[in-house]
Each structure stands twice: as C-alpha cells, then as structure tokens.
C-alpha cells in the first residue's frame, strides 16, 4: 500500500511543478496545485482524464459549458476534449489519466507539454 495526503505535498511553482504520485499498470496519477490566479488554459491530453478538486475553488470550461467547482467535485474528460482550469483563490486537483500513455501521447524526449498553456503569477 502506497499513500498521500494531496493537501500536505509541496508544489511552489503550481501548475509548473506537477506532482507525479504514481504510474502503474497502464494508469497515471498526478497532483497539481493551482495557485490563485493561475490558469491552464484550454488544452488536451491523449487520456481519458478524472479530475477531482482536493482544495480550494476551480473553474472547469469545455464545449461552452463552464462549472465552478468546490473541493470534492469529480469530472471526467474524454480524451482529445479541450478544456481549461483556473482558480482565482487556488486549488489542488488530482489528476488520474487512463490508459496511460494514450495513443498518441508524446513522449518526454519528443515533447515536455503538449498544447497546454500554463499562465499566472
């Protein structure tokens, strides 16, 4: 058994300093911590992605609709669906991408971030 307590992990640098937490068995879990006024602006991954709000306030935009979630809301993207996160007051979200790596996905030697603008402070 491996654990985490998602609202004690560091990330300074918010969406900059993602937290992998684990890869295993075709799936990948990630900690980002979005910092007030950060914003990840419309992106996709390859993935099937569940993201959950563990802290704070975010707002999740995709196909015109938009939600502003508080802590324990789930969402699911299919994968390629473009979305955005952004928090005014700061948030931490757990990210679950499956099946990892999805078809398509690049590879960290070909490409660090694909389509994904990361801005704030």
């Known amino acids: 058994m491996r654990s985490w307590n998602l ?3 560091d990330a ?7 937290i992998v937490l684990e890869t295993a068995d075709g799936t990948r879990a990630v900690m980002l911590a979005i910092a007030p006024g950060q914003e ?7 993935e099937r992605a569940w993201v959950t709000v563990v802290e704070g ?7 015109g609709e938009s939600v502003d979630a508080g802590a324990g809301m789930l969402f699911t993207f299919a994968p390629s669906e ?3 996160i ?5 948030a931490r979200i757990l990210l679950i991408l499956a099946p990892w790596p999805g078809d398509g996905h690049y590879r960290a030697e070909e490409k660090a971030v694909s389509g994904a603008d990361f ?3």
């Open 119 to 121: 801005v704030g402070p």
């Open 40 to 46: 990840l602006r419309e992106h996709e991954v390859k």
């Open 82 to 84: 473009r979305h955005s």
């Open 12 to 18: 300074p640098a918010g969406t900059r300093d993602p």
């Open 57 to 63: 306030r975010a707002r999740f935009e995709s196909g």
């Open 7 to 9: 609202t004690e992990l």
């Open 86 to 90: 952004a928090s005014e007051s700061g």
